[in-house]
């Protein structure tokens, strides 16, 4: 019986069972590693894909606003959401902000994809776990400079 390399990739993702013996660094990034569960690839911001996905749920979000008859804006530039102790005074853009959503506040979302599988080596699985993370992290940004400025921040 023929069982594909595919099949076999898939499986092993699924299953969370081992691909690579050790930890390599991405050839295509350079930065990370191809860590052993084979997660990397799938969330590596320098292949095409990467972005493609983020601006995918961005512009689904959008058009459900629209269509329901929410004001919205892809890609809007609030000032606010930069961080000078960075160096950094460009304007941020907020990936959705929806005008008057909020107890009459604009809301500012900022979409994140993040993997499950993210953080597996460190703590071991548990559902849910890297959302939060990544949530929590997003909070801790944003969040005080929206309020600020008569903002609501919302991760997705």
């Not at 076999?8 to 299953?15: A, D, E, S």
């Not at 930065?31 to 052993?36: F, I, L, R, S, V």
């Not at 804006?73 to 460009?90: D, I, Q, S, W, Y």
């Not at 008057?100 to 993997?115: F, I, P, Y």
Request: charged share 25%.
């Amino acid at each position: 019986m023929y069982v594909s390399s595919r099949y076999i990739t898939i499986l092993k993702y699924r299953l969370i069972i081992p691909m690579y013996p050790e930890d390599e660094t991405c050839l295509i990034c350079r930065k990370a590693c191809m860590d052993k569960y084979g997660e990397h690839p799938v969330h590596c911001k320098e292949l095409p894909r990467f972005k493609y996905r983020h601006e995918w749920v961005q512009d689904v979000l959008w058009g459900i606003l629209r269509r329901a008859g929410i004001s919205a804006k892809k890609k809007a530039h609030v000032n606010f959401l930069t961080n000078p102790m960075e160096g950094r005074f460009a304007l941020q853009p907020a990936d959705l902000q929806v005008l008057g959503w909020v107890r009459g506040k604009h809301v500012c979302m900022d979409l994140t994809g993040v993997s499950p599988l993210v953080g597996l080596r460190e703590t071991g699985f548990l559902a849910g776990q890297a959302a939060r993370k990544a949530k929590s992290k997003k909070v801790d940004k944003h969040v005080k400079a929206c309020a600020e400025n008569q903002h609501v921040f919302v991760p997705f």
